[in-house]
């Protein structure tokens, strides 16, 4: 269990923050999502996992308003996507964080600008402030100031993340979206990376949900696991008590956890 477990105890009374009520998501003749229901409450931390191709990148882009599903709804901070105006979408837009898998920084921006590109989008900022708020989440990732200057191509897998992560959160998000945060890491960059994560969460009070098939990230970070098969969410529920749960996949995921965990102690 994480160890910020213990402060979210009471999150079932936290206000919801994502509910997706009857969503569906069909591609031609393949159905991904079929009535699929979810709901994350403020200040948890949620792990999405399920097998290779279940559709946890495809719901995610959803929630972000990327794609849309074939039906059914996702409501975000109370908001009905897809019915709400340029407006209001900006507004949401900058309520959350996005860290993608491969980091999808600019190649040819280097990692100030890339860091800086959802501030100066907004137009309400002068160099100055852009400066400072950059310099500010360059340490917060554990950065350091002549890293600024770097071009993506320059950086380690480890850093790459980190400063997705510093532009995820230059907005100063209340939800932070991450798909395989450490996909890709050696286990010791891996670690520092879930570390870090776990600093964020106690300085900012993230609510957070993630996409892993690393059994440990998941261990370390997540107050509750969602699990995505057979086109819906079959356990949503703290990692202990998916134990209980019976469906193949389940039993399997529970199994390797409990490894994972034996391996620890
Ligand atoms: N735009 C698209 N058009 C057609 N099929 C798609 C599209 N996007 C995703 N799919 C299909 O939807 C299914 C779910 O894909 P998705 O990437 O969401 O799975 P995933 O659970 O994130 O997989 P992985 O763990 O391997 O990353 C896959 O069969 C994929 O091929």
Redesign the pocket.
Known sequence: MSEAANDTMSTSEQPIVCEIHHLWTE??K?V?HRNLDLTLRKGEVMALV??????????LRHIIGLTQPSSGQIKLFGYVLGKLNRDQQRQLRNRFGMLFQHGALFSALNVFDNIAFPLRELHQFDEDTIHLLVMHKLALVELEPEHAQLLPAQLSGGMIKRVALARALVLEPELLFLDEPTAGLDPDRSEAFVELIQNLRRQLGLTVLF?T?DVATLSALADRVAV?ADQHIVANCPIEALGKVDHPFVRNFFHSVKQHLARLN
């Open positions: 591609f031609d393949l991904v399920g097998g290779s191709g279940s559709g946890k990148t495809t719901l996409i098939h995505l």
